[in-house]
């Protein structure tokens, strides 16, 4: 019996940074796969790192997924997280180049995200070596991103289905405001914090747009 509680002590004790960094979860579901795989990573040999990173920790009042980076060697770990638990994972011989080349993904868990789980303080490692010599990431990638969209926003409005549409709308102003904070030197932060970064290098109307259509979503 004293082992056993010693044991759900010490789990606790584990967990507990995982509490105080994720602000808010997107739903119970999410929260236990999350608490599942940080857990059952500690005792898988190729995953060396896991970041959160997104609006999860951040200062905001709405998250409808959480962001997971996933550094793995070796052969890539079968994953399969529900909709709402967004992972995105890469070889960690990649790593270094994806950064040189303004990896929006890599740059926003340096910048902004939080280790809930490394080997050999890999994660700390990458990031004092890239913190003060990030790159921006593209603002043409976010650019043609936001084409695509907008292409998708139209063939779906067409189709009546006006969600989908309204998603594709999203997408599309989330990705022009990358692309003018970018241009301005600014490195975007999450979806929710974008109109008032908009708002201060007087990006007005792109900003109230995004903030109105997120608003209706969050609503809904």
Not at 181 to 192: E, H, N, Q, V, Y
Request: proline share 5%; hydrophobic share 40%; with cysteine.
């Amino acid at each position: 019996m004293l082992s056993e509680a010693v044991s759900k002590n010490q789990e606790k004790r584990d967990f507990l940074p995982l509490f105080k960094v994720i602000k808010r979860w997107p739903s119970d579901r999410a929260k236990k796969w999350v608490l599942t795989f940080v857990k059952s990573s500690k005792t898988c040999s190729n995953i060396k790192a896991i970041v959160v990173f997104g609006s999860v920790i951040r200062n905001v009042d709405y998250s409808i997924d959480i962001d997971l980076l996933v550094i793995y060697s070796k052969e890539k770990p079968r994953i399969s997280p529900p909709i709402d638990v967004d992972v995105r994972a890469y070889q960690y011989l990649d790593i270094d180049t994806l950064i040189k080349q303004g990896s929006e993904v890599l740059g926003w868990a340096i910048r902004f995200g939080r280790t809930l789980h490394e080997k050999n303080r890999y994660w700390t490692k990458v990031c004092k070596k890239w913190k003060e010599r990030l790159p921006l990431p593209s603002a043409e990638e976010a650019e043609k991103r936001a084409e695509r969209a907008k292409k998708y926003f139209h063939d779906l409005k067409q189709l009546g289905d006006e969600d989908a549409a309204n998603e594709q709308l999203i997408t599309m102003l989330t990705q022009l405001a990358r692309a003018n904070l970018i241009r301005a030197g600014i490195f975007p932060t999450s979806r929710p914090e974008l109109p008032n970064q908009l708002s201060a290098i007087g990006k007005n109307e792109i900003a109230i747009q995004l903030s109105n259509l997120l608003e209706e979503r969050k609503i809904l």
